[in-house]
């Protein structure tokens, strides 16, 4: 009766993406995936591939006083969170109008599948560096 209620424990509170080898822990993480990017070989190749996309289609340049586009290069830290949400931590450059620029364009970011640790939700952090 007890090696079955033992057993029992055991396979009850497994968890599919949590290894244990030993004194090693391993937790599998998985990133957050874009809409359309389910059915994907590669999720991350295609997650990127979409952002790039994302960037491309949604950045408007601004312009200076003369109507000239203003280029700039901006770092950003930001994470999608347990719910599937971009949410953006900081978005550092040099120049104002290219930051703000940037920041309307990553609010426009669709809602996706969460990233997973050990088979539960979880926030992904990101850092992107952009030369636009």
């Not at 900081?90 to 930051?99: A, H, L, M, P, S």
């Not at 940037?102 to 088979?119: A, C, H, I, N």
Request: net charge positive.
């Amino acid at each position: 009766m007890f090696c079955f209620f033992l057993l029992t424990g055991t396979f009850l509170f497994a968890q599919n993406d949590v290894e244990v080898k030993g004194n090693t822990v391993t937790v599998k993480e998985k990133a957050p995936v874009w809409p359309g990017c389910e059915s994907s070989e590669d999720p991350k190749k295609c997650f990127n591939q979409k952002l790039m996309e994302h960037v491309k289609s949604n950045y408007k340049y601004p312009r200076n006083n003369k109507g000239e586009f203003i280029r700039g290069k901006v770092v950003v830290k930001m994470h999608i969170d347990e719910e599937g949400k971009t949410v953006i931590n900081t978005v550092k450059g040099d120049k104002k109008e290219v930051i703000a620029a940037v920041k309307e364009m990553l609010k426009k970011m669709p809602k996706m599948k969460p990233g997973t640790r050990g088979g539960k939700p979880t926030k992904i952090s990101y850092t992107l560096p952009l030369n636009l």
